[in-house]
């Protein structure tokens, strides 16, 4: 089958169309013909860093996370799967699993679903890593009806699925953003946008919440960007975060009991440890697109796999609104 190879890692690292041959099916997989990938920002640190992170493929590798694709083939195990089915997922390039660069991908059943019926395969491969991730953080904090939420750089990946989500699960949903598009974007999805160039967290605590805060932050910026949400949540509120990689104060956080939670989606590919939830969030996702309240935002950039290397220079250089997505 035709392969997007990386040789070596590196600031400049190439990919190059090579021929491999087909996976062989394992126990609890099937065989995808893949239609769509989408790039993720831990795609784009595994090309550049490569061993430097430890869940990096060792060289040759094929990258690549998030799939749909069109099943061809299961396993002699497989039941709840037929040729024919269409599924999405994120099931590849890590470790020693081969990556969605591919034609086809040897996929566990258990990181994958069926894909919705009412969206395309594109937007589909968009949805997965992102999606899980936003909705395993809004549940590990315990999101109700009626509360308030702010979801920190709510036009972005992880962002605009929380969004979505939030207020899905009846919420009233607050979002931050830089730009005119992405407080534009905010706002398409039913929550208020706050512009954090022009308001301080102070600010917009005293005009959204009156000075109480907000009962659940989801920051998808992290980092020193935590210390505002710490500031923005309420007496007892919950923060979740994508992006922990920091040392900072916890001082605001201790005497406001606050909890926080840190979403790794990676955990269950990386350590083999409990994959089926990934599945299971999946199927929710399904439902809940087919129900009409989440829809993939994707970059106005076109990819063939051929142009991968393009596709990850463009997620790379800030630039891109919505999913940066490759087409077989």
Partial sequence: MRAMQINQYGEKASFEETNVDKPNLQSGQVL????ASSINTVDTMIRTMGSDLPFAPATPAILGMDFAGTIEAVADDVTTYKIGDEVY????GLGDLQGTLADYIAADIRLIARKASTISMKEAA???LVGITAYEGL???AIQSGQTVLVHGGSGGVGHVAVQLAKYFDATVFATGGGA???ERIKSY???AINYKEESVEDYVNKYTAGAGFDLVYDTVGSENLLKSFEAAALNGQV???VSLCELDLSTAHFKGLSLHVVFMLIPMIHDFNKSQHGEILVKLTEIIELGHLKPLLDDENFKLTDVGAAYDRLASGNAIGKVVVEN
Avoid: E, N, S, W
């Fill in 190 to 192: 039913g929550a208020t």
């Fill in 139 to 141: 549940k590990r904090a």
């Fill in 89 to 92: 997922g994120c099931a590849g």
């Fill in 181 to 183: 598009k992405q407080l």
């Fill in 240 to 242: 979740a975060t994508t």
């Fill in 126 to 128: 968009a949805l997965p």
């Fill in 32 to 35: 995808v013909k893949i239609a």
